[in-house]
Structures are given as C-alpha cells and as structure tokens.
C-alpha cells in the first residue's frame, strides 16, 4: 500500500547532481511501542519520516511535523510521544508529539548524520561528520558527553548497552554506553568499500553491515576466534543487463524483525530482500519499486514493513525521475520467519 507521497521537485540544473535537489527519504523509524489508540477497533502505529524538505511527517496520514533549517538526514523515537532529529543545520532537536513543542537540545560543528536511542541506558547518541559522537539526557534534555571517532561518522545502531559506528574509511568501533571512557572494539569493515549501513541484531549477538558496492556483511560482537569464525559476507542487489555485464547497487538500508531475527536490505536496484543471517538464506524479494530503497523500518510486531523509494542519484542522464514515495507493506511469516 502506497501511503505517502513525499513532495518532489525535478533538479534545476544536471551540473549539481550530488546535491540535495531531491526530497530524498534518508530515514523511517516506525515507533518502538503500539499505541493503543481504538481507531475503529484496531491499533495505531506511528511512522516517523525524515525528508530533505527540512520536516518531519509523521504517520500513515501527516498527524504533525516539525521543521530544521536545513535538510534533515535521521531521527528516532525516544517513546510513544518524542522523537529526536538532527541534519545539515548541525542541530540536535527533540520534539514532544503532546504539545508540539519543540527543542533545539544542542549542536555539532558539522552535519549530524546519525540519532540513535538507547532504552537500556536512557540516552539519546548523536553521530556526525565532524567526528564525534555526542551523548545526551533526555531528562534535561543536556549533552552528556563528546567522545572522538576515527573519522566522520555515517550509520550508527544500538545494541542493547552497546553502540556500534561506522566511519568513513571502512572504521567500525564498538563503544559500551555504560563506559564510555575508551572503545570496547576497533575493527576494519569486512568489506572493501564506503560503509552505507550498520543495523545490530536484536538478539544483541552482533550487527549487519552493508557497503555501496552491492554487498552485506554479518558480523558478530563476541570477539572470541571461535565466534568470529562464524562471520561471512555475500553479494546481493546486482543485476546484468542485456549485454550480460553485472550491475552492481549500493545496499541503502538494513532494517530487522524483532522477533525473528531476520532482516531486509533494500538497494539502489529498486529491490527489498529478506535474509536469515543465521542460516545464510535469503527468504524472499519483493516486486521491483519505482526508484531506489533509501530507507526501510519494521513495525515492532513485525507485521509491517515501511519502504522509502527514493531517487539517489546514482545514475547520470535519467529523463524521468520517479517520484519519492513511502510504501507500507504488510508482511507474513512465510516471507520473514526462518526456515
């Protein structure tokens, strides 16, 4: 089901192709609890929707929004009634869904890239390309604290207490949120290209990672030989054209079902898949999007899967561009529990 398009504007001029003429859709988070609103005897979900519009739409019909000055590139929820944000402005806002009231919380010296929410911890990560990554209470709201990463900061995800980055030149560090006074794990992405993605496993075990060459890795966090010999990379989202020579994609977004343990990649092919790390298979592909996957997010239960198709640029001489959409999709056992 098609359930929002996001507004969309054709570029002015093909000179400035990597810039921000698109209303890309960077990020969908889908929030952590069901809110259990009797609308027509069903529950809601809400879904939070970074655009490059500088707003942030939210739910299945627009229910509120907020602005940054400049484009928004992640957010989260903290709870059922605030969200956390932050973009190109170098700002770190929150904002309370009850009131719609909202606050500038504080700011880097460079685009944020990154929000994250810890409920273990009960703190609010912020990753930016300045090199940093900020802690911040949301009981003041205040910065708890700076820490330095290897290099700008591109993806970031929780794991229960932990926090995994990932920088640029291929750096992933592992911090422990409870003791931030040194880095827990220093690795090389297993990859040979730019990290694009990095989503934990919600059984904590480790993280899956994803590059702009058409690849994803599993990773575990354990850092014994024993386990770390389980870990494994493949190829995915490639195609071949009629000439029979590989097309190969970036991996945009990874996204997990909370109760399996599986995930779904989507890629600048157009193609969502479906994996079980564990045992190494891919369970299912859904039909072709209109443009590239730029963002994807689970429900909690893991019925629904939000789809953000969006333009990325990748490509040179397009004529027609798709518009941005955001498809939600409901999704069945036979398509996302192990086999």
């Not at 990748?314 to 561009?321: A, F, G, H, L, P």
Request: hydrophobic content about 35%; charged content about 20%.
């Amino acid at each position: 089901m098609k359930v929002f398009p996001a507004p969309w504007r054709r570029p002015t001029s093909g000179k400035h192709r990597h810039t921000y003429f698109s209303n890309a859709l960077p990020q969908l988070w889908f929030g952590a609890k069901l809110l259990c609103l009797p609308v027509c005897g069903t529950h809601v979900q809400n879904l939070l929707i970074v655009t490059f519009i500088c707003e942030l739409p939210c739910g299945n019909t627009v229910r509120l929004k907020y602005s940054h000055k400049r484009p928004v590139l992640d957010c989260t929820f903290q709870d059922a009634v605030h969200a956390w944000s932050g973009g190109v402005d170098c700002q770190v806002k929150s904002f309370d869904f009850n009131c719609s009231a909202e606050t500038v919380v504080g700011q880097h010296t460079a685009p944020v890239r990154c929000i994250e929410y810890c409920p273990d911890v009960n703190v609010v990560i912020s990753g930016s390309w300045d090199s940093t990554v900020k802690l911040w209470d949301p009981r003041s709201p205040t910065n708890a604290g700076t820490f330095n990463q290897a290099e700008r900061v591109y993806t970031m995800s929780v794991c229960g207490d932990k926090l995994v980055v990932g920088t640029a030149l291929r750096k992933v560090l592992v911090w422990d949120l409870r003791n931030m006074g040194y880095v827990k794990q220093r690795r090389d992405s297993n990859l040979k290209y730019q990290t694009r993605c990095i989503r934990c496993f919600p059984n904590q075990q480790g993280f899956v990672l994803s590059s702009i060459e058409g690849r994803v890795a599993v990773e575990y966090l354990d850092p014994s030989a024993e386990v770390q010999k389980k870990k494994y990379a493949f190829k995915c989202h490639r195609t071949k054209d009629s000439a029979g020579i590989e097309l190969i994609y970036p991996v945009n977004a990874i996204a997990f079902h909370n109760l399996y343990n599986t995930f779904a990649t989507g890629g600048s092919d157009g193609h969502v898949n479906i994996w079980d790390g564990f045992n190494k298979k891919r369970l299912c592909q859904f039909h072709k999007y209109p443009s590239s996957i730029a963002a994807l997010a689970f429900s909690h239960d893991g019925s629904l899967l939000a789809i953000g198709s969006s333009f990325l640029y990748e490509e040179d001489d397009v004529e027609v561009i798709p518009p941005d959409a955001i498809f939600v999709r409901r999704v069945t056992d036979q398509e996302t529990k192990p086999k």
